[in-house]
């Protein structure tokens, strides 16, 4: 069966684009957060990628919208792999227009997203409770800078990673950091979410809340911040 084209609304109401993680035997709701779907991620990455190939090509789409896209997939293969469309009208780009195509897309993303947890009936959406990675992709979205880099980070932003890539993604940034100068990247790290200390949560508090990771940091295992 060929790739069918489908609503965007209507496609996130059937299957979701977010799932709901609560940590097992959490005490409380502190680390409850909304996780985009792996379908998700690889559409964002894949959406982007078409935007800035326009961008590049010198176009820029009048208006992004849930109207103006749709999702193209086969719901009855055995790989699941859904991608957005853009079928908008386009103009010549210029430097407005471009920040304001990622705003829109960030928006519209931000619609579905909602849409998606609210029919899931799992449990009340809030913006808050997206993981910190995906309201920073959002927010980077929102409010473009457009700096010669950020096409390139924004397509490759941690929120779009697939689960089994996080360990060697962190892992890999984290032995190139022992490469640069040590002021630098202790100033990179004050700046990272999960520090001891941070009002929001730190990550020695979430890892005690799984039962194999409390065990472990319980039993001796030298603790860094």
């Not at 961008?55 to 109207?67: M, P, S």
């Not at 990179?188 to 520090?195: D, M």
């Amino acid at each position: 069966m060929l790739e069918a084209s489908y609503d965007p609304v209507e496609f996130v109401r059937n299957f979701p684009a977010v799932m709901f993680s609560k940590p097992k035997n959490a005490p409380d709701t502190l680390y409850d957060r909304w996780v985009f779907e792996g379908w998700f991620q690889s559409a964002i990455r894949d959406i982007l990628s078409k935007l800035e190939d326009h961008h590049i090509a010198g176009l820029e789409f009048e208006d992004i919208n849930t109207e103006t896209m749709t999702i193209a997939c086969n719901i009855d293969s055995s790989e699941f792999y859904p991608r957005f469309n853009f079928h908008g009208k386009t103009r010549n780009i210029t430097f407005e227009g471009q920040k304001r195509n990622y705003t829109q897309l960030g928006s519209t993303l931000e619609k579905l997203i909602a849409i998606s947890a609210s029919a899931s009936n799992v449990h009340a959406y809030h913006h808050q409770l997206l993981t910190e990675d995906a309201k920073d992709l959002l927010n980077k979205m929102r409010h473009p800078s457009l700096d010669r880099f950020e096409a390139y980070m924004l397509r490759n932003h941690p929120s779009l990673l697939q689960i089994e890539a996080h360990a060697s993604f962190y892992l890999t940034c984290f032995d190139h950091l022992k490469l640069l100068p040590q002021k630098p990247v202790e100033n990179f790290f004050k700046g990272l979410p999960y520090a001891v200390g941070d009002q929001h949560g730190d990550w020695i508090a979430i890892a005690h809340q799984h039962p194999l990771l409390s065990m472990q940091l319980s039993h001796g295992y030298k603790i860094s911040n």
